[in-house]
């Protein structure tokens, strides 16, 4: 496509290229996704080719209501019927048998495929006026830091999609919570929106975390996410305090809250994700934090650990995976 994708908020051009095979970019409430027919097997290829994801990591399908769920899910455990009541719409993906409908590519080839319902109305309108569910991945290039506004999208992707549907920032800014059940236990193959705590409070028993040592770079066995991504382009490392710094280097500091500070005197630039340390507003801020200082020219982004609970395991998840290893 050598095309650039109009940014708008007109739903019926965004459903008219997905009933026409196209690929649109979509608000949700977690974080913008790239989006295409889950039952044209073509358009799906567009979303690996736009992102130029490999095909061995598989895609979650985006239904506006429960009706639609059918076409997709061969069975519904009754185990997901409180976490359906109480999560959905909202941002939890759910794994189940697939039906024959719904293709290979969608699911790289495994038995099972990933659901869940955005709270996003205009997610929800546009899922309703194309009248088929959306495949979507996080609308950015593979590896590299999801976007929570149309402008992250249009930098990574203009040029690659038909349109880019414009709903403002995204509230509440890191992927959807990846829950599983199999073998009698639920596991979390991803930590996200939702969290574990309020996960065990609905269904009333342990929440196994999925153990991310088993990821690896390039195959993802028991599927789940691969360990370098969400990357800036600049190098990003995790520290609490200073020990990092050399004083050649143009540095970042992405910091939680006013609390967590090293010394501020080194840094080219600081941006405090929550003043007060509320993991709710520096979840929001997470990813357009990331891009805003990815823009900087800088040598290097510090970012200060999160809290590890409640929101605070998906954004040290997400910030794990987009250090980089060797700076
Ligand atoms: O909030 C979100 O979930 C966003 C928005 C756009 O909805 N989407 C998103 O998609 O984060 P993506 O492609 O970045 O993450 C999809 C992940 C895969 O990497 C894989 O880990 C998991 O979902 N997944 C998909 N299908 C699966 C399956 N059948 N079994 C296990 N994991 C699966
Ligand atoms: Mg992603």
Known sequence: MSHIASIGTDLVTAARFLREGGVV??????????????????????????????????????IDELS????????????YQPLMER??????????????????????????????MPAHPVARQLIAKADVPLAAPSANLFG????????????????????????GPCIVGVESTILRFAEGRFEVLR??????????????????????????????????????HYSPQ?????????????????????????ATSPDLKPFEKVITLSETGNL???????????????KLELDLIVATPFPNHGLGIALNDRLQRAAHRFV
């Open 191 to 228: 930590p996200g929106g939702v969290t574990q705590e309020e996960l065990r409070d609905c269904v009333n028993q342990a929440i196994v975390q999925y153990d991310s040592l088993k990821y690896t770079d390039t195959k993802i066995d028991a599927p789940g996410q691969l360990k370098e």
């Open 25 to 62: 970019a979509m608000p949700t409430e977690t974080v913008y996704g790239l989006a295409a027919n889950a039952f044209d097997e073509r358009a799906v290829a567009k979303i690996f080719e736009a992102k130029q994801r490999p095909t061995f990591d598989p895609l979650i399908v985006h």
């Open 68 to 79: 639609r769920l059918s076409q997709i899910a061969a069975t519904i455990p009754e185990e």
């Open 234 to 258: 600049t190098p990003l490392v995790i520290s609490a305090d200073n020990a990092v710094l050399k004083p050649d280097r143009k540095t970042g500091l992405l910091r939680f809250s006013e």
């Open 144 to 167: 590299r830091t999801s976007p929570t506004t149309a402008d992250h999208v249009a930098d990574q992707l203009a040029e690659r999609i038909d349109y880019i549907l414009d709903a």
């Open 280 to 294: 709710l507003e520096a979840t929001t801020r997470f990813f357009a934090a990331i891009h805003e200082l990815d």
């Open 87 to 116: 999560f959905w719409p909202g941002p939890l993906t759910l794994i189940f048998q697939k039906t024959a409908m719904v293709s290979d590519l969608v699911t790289s080839g495994l038995p099972t495929v990933a659901v869940r």
